[in-house]
């Protein structure tokens, strides 16, 4: 079974700091990969992806990340930090083989704060 | 173009009550998908639906159920409405390959006492 792993429930950064957010992901084969954003009391919303091609990927508002494979990783960052950055981050896999649509596999969130 | 669509926003339901999470979607997408999210966690896969007529579960689907008889209508029913189902209802949909964003709605805050 696959796993996402989001090291950190809670990250706080400076405004105009660089944002790392974690995620690392369990299966033989690299998945798809994907990062959304949550702000509160709203869905899910798509930062950036990654499926093939350039394991650099950049999404909307700045951000970015790069897929590991030697580290099954797939880290997010921004150079520098804006308070309207503040929100839960989520982590998901898909895996590319198999049957069926299935869904995707959610790490726990990283709820990430900007000190002014 | 209203992407996905939840009714209600929030509701409270006594034990043993039932209801139907409405969602809706008019971006003509095959698949479409329910997830719940509870605190500090992240979201989990209830059911899917690949197209009308078909669905199947997910990762949690006891005390659910699911119907899709149009490609843009998912209602989620739950027949007998537990505390442990106290949550925040996701519902989505995507195009169908797998490597394909899925769109979600705002959800739906459900309170069971």
Known sequence: AQSVTQLGSHVSVSEGAL???RCNYSS???PYLFWYVQYPNQGLQLLLK???GATLVKGINGFEAEFKKSETSFHLTKPSAHM???AEY???VRLRSGGGADGLTF???THLIIQP | NAGVTQTPKF???KIGQSMTLQCTQDMNHNYMYWYRQDPGMGLKLIYYSVGAGITDKGEVPNGYNVSR???EDFPLRLELAAPSQTSVYFCASSYGQKQETQYFGPGTRLLVL
Do not use: M
């Open chain 1, 19 to 21: 944002v790392l957010l």
């Open chain 1, 84 to 86: 309207s950055d503040a």
């Open chain 1, 28 to 30: 033989s084969v690299p």
């Open chain 1, 90 to 92: 989520f982590c998901a």
């Open chain 2, 69 to 71: 008889s149009t490609t």
């Open chain 1, 50 to 52: 990654y499926t093939t």
């Open chain 1, 107 to 109: 790490g726990k969130g």
């Open chain 2, 11 to 13: 509701r409270i339901l």
